[in-house]
């Protein structure tokens, strides 16, 4: 199982939000290139990079820095999201050499935009579902949808997304320990993998995931945690591979 560093950028410099309020930030880096390269040293095998100021205006507003990091570091697997809603946007991250490009408000608001993606971009595509109780969340977090996780995920699986990022909004940022079980219940429900994201905190969270990985579950984003020092990154890969390479 992977375990995926979290770069989100506002304004270019490195941030985390609570619960994806933009109003409720900590800046932990001014320069994200040298932050990705604390990751790739410690032993990242992919990042995960987000465009906050992008989600909320429906376009790419940090691709300059996200083109910076993948020049930069360009052996290294990203996959990046926030405010991708056309192809010309795919296309031009997928030149600048980032392997996956993560839909999310748009997958819910035009399901046919997946499918087209997929057909164009075969293996590149992921779809991020942000969740509160079993509903997904829209437009950075700001709405509610009444689409279902579940049925949603299966839709996907049929337009041939790589995998699915399961985020549990509720617990984003709020360094309160991962929501095992709803990540397990979509991970059985399909058969492409899910990626875990939010609420991740300590090695007992990633030794969580690891008990639960054979049921589909290949990688866990953490953000916070490694920026605060609640989690190792290093030893929290070096765990994940001892306890899912068998």
Not at 167 to 186: A, C, P, Q, Y
Not at 190 to 216: F, H, K, Q, Y
Request: one cysteine or more; charged letters at 20%; proline letters at 3%.
């Amino acid at each position: 199982m992977l375990v995926i560093p979290a770069i989100d950028l506002k304004d270019g410099k490195c941030v985390r939000l609570r619960q994806g309020r933009m109003d409720d930030e900590t800046v932990f880096s001014d320069d994200p290139v040298a932050m990705a390269g604390r990751w790739v040293e410690a032993g990242a095998r992919r990042l995960h990079i987000v465009d906050l100021n992008g989600a909320f205006a429906g376009e790419p507003v940090n691709a300059g820095v996200i083109h910076a990091i993948s020049a930069a570091y360009p052996e290294l697997p990203i996959q990046v999201g926030g405010g991708i809603r056309d192809e010309e946007t795919v296309q031009t991250y997928l030149n600048a050499g980032v392997q996956y490009v993560i839909i999310g408000t748009k997958a819910i608001n035009a399901p046919h935009f997946v499918n087209d993606l997929c057909l164009e971009f075969p293996g590149h595509i992921i779809v991020g579902l942000d969740a509160k109780n079993g509903k997904v969340a829209i437009d950075g977090w700001s709405k509610l949808s009444r689409h279902d996780v579940i049925d949603m995920a299966q839709h996907f699986v049929d337009d041939g997304v790589n995998s699915i990022i399961y985020t549990d909004i509720g617990r984003d940022g709020m360094m309160s320990g991962v929501n095992i079980e709803s990540t397990v219940k979509l991970a059985q429900s399909i058969n492409i993998p899910v990626i875990a994201s939010g609420g991740i905190t300590n090695m007992d969270d990633i030794r969580a995931l690891c008990a639960v990985s054979e049921e589909g579950i290949t990688g866990a984003i953490t953000g916070r945690a490694i920026y605060e020092g609640t989690l190792d990154y290093a030893e929290a890969q070096k765990l994940a591979d001892e306890q899912t390479s068998s």
